[in-house]
């Protein structure tokens, strides 16, 4: 008997997709990843813990009301500006979904936040990666000289950890056709943030998360900033019950009471990370000038340093082929860096050591 049945097959976009794959096997000290390694904040822990059975047995609010509330007043919007998602990543693809059509192109900056190609993919877009300038920053005439539909933005950057220029963001808004994503994952380490632009243009979109300075990656909780036409719309692509009522409660306590646990250790990390990078040019490294809560050192061979300190007990991010600025260190090392978290000095102690013997 013959069938005329077809096999199924997946989106056309997706044979350039593959499945996100750092390393993440286990190591004593881990600073691959930009949590927040002083540990869990206290309230938060508390309220998880405490957190009544009907948390688990009964659905969510649809579109977590309360944590809304708590992060507006934490941004300084009010909550018809607000839209959570499942991480951070979750309000970044529901925003390229809601404003971007199939076949769609979005510009981003290049080197940067790996999982927007990602996401684009995805959503059947087209990503345009375009070169940063040789101060790390975002190349505005060129980012709009790919006439895209949409414009990813990230500041600090990832995996530099620059910041861009208020100025290079400012002539992109001014300029650029439809919606602006500016991803301020880091914003808490940069100690400024464009949330007054977000509420003046209605195409700027921010994106946050808990994962980084709050110390909540497991949660899954992320959050956009804009106006309300532009939130209602991602609110539309990403759907009900995305985040969990057990992970709204812990990240509400830690929107309140652990708010000076968290100021601390972000006050922590921008002490901690002047004095990391003086060490490592006493290395003879040359980092970039970080904004954020991680460090990105070009080295000749970031895979096999990578190696050597994991064989020490250190993970760090290793990066090749990054698309370096003209006359940049970056450059002189062919785009190779590994990207180092900051944490509690005796961390960072560690990794220096072991870079002492490891670096040729
Ligand atoms: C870590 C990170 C995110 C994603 O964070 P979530 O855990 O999904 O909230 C988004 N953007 C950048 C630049 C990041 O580094």
Redesign the pocket.
């Given at each position: 008997m013959t069938t005329h049945t077809t096999s199924p097959r997946a989106r056309a976009s997706y044979a350039e997709l593959s499945l996100y794959a750092p390393d993440r096997r286990p190591c004593d000290v881990d600073l691959s990843d930009?949590t927040n390694l002083w540990g869990v904040p206290p309230a938060a822990e508390r309220a998880m813990r405490e957190a009544a059975s009907d948390a688990m047995a009964r659905y969510p609010e649809l579109y977590a009301h309360s944590l809304k509330n708590a992060l507006a007043q934490y941004a300084g919007v009010d909550t018809s500006c607000i839209v959570t998602g499942c991480?951070?990543?979750?309000v970044?693809d529901s925003a390229i979904r809601a404003f971007g059509e199939p076949g769609d192109r979005i510009a981003l900056p290049d080197p940067?936040?790996p999982?927007i190609p990602v996401f684009a993919r995805m959503n059947a877009l087209t990503p345009v990666p375009v070169r940063l300038t040789s101060a790390y920053d975002a190349d505005a005439d060129a980012l709009l000289a790919t006439d895209p539909d949409i414009v990813y933005l990230?500041s600090p950057?990832?995996p530099t950890g620059t910041s861009l220029a208020r100025a290079a963001i400012d002539a992109i808004v001014a300029r650029a056709n439809g919606l602006i994503i500016l991803?301020e994952?880091?914003a808490e380490f940069a100690g400024w943030s464009a949330v007054e632009l977000a509420m003046r243009s209605h195409r700027v979109l921010l994106?946050r998360?808990?994962?980084?300075a709050f110390g909540l990656?497991g949660l899954?909780?992320?959050y956009g900033i804009g106006a309300p036409e532009l939130v209602a719309a991602v609110e539309k692509s990403r759907g009900p019950y995305k985040v969990s009522a057990i992970a709204a409660r812990a990240a509400m306590a830690a929107l309140g009471d652990d708010l000076p646990w968290v100021r601390e250790r972000v006050d922590a990390v921008v002490t901690l990370r002047a004095r990391f990078t003086d060490a490592l040019r006493a290395l003879g490294l040359e980092p970039l000038q970080s904004r954020a809560n991680f460090v990105l050192a070009p080295v000749a061979d970031a895979a096999k340093v990578a190696a050597a300190l994991r064989n020490r007990g250190i993970a760090v991010r290793p990066f090749e082929h990054l698309n370096a600025p003209a006359c940049t260190p970056l450059a002189a090392t062919r785009g190779s860096a590994i990207r180092i978290t900051i944490g509690p000095w005796p961390l960072l102690e560690r990794a220096l050591g072991a870079l002492h013997e490891v670096l040729p």
């Open positions: 930009n991480g951070s990543d979750d970044l940067t936040f999982m990230c950057n990832n991803d994952a880091y994106t998360t808990l994962s980084k990656a899954r909780i992320g």
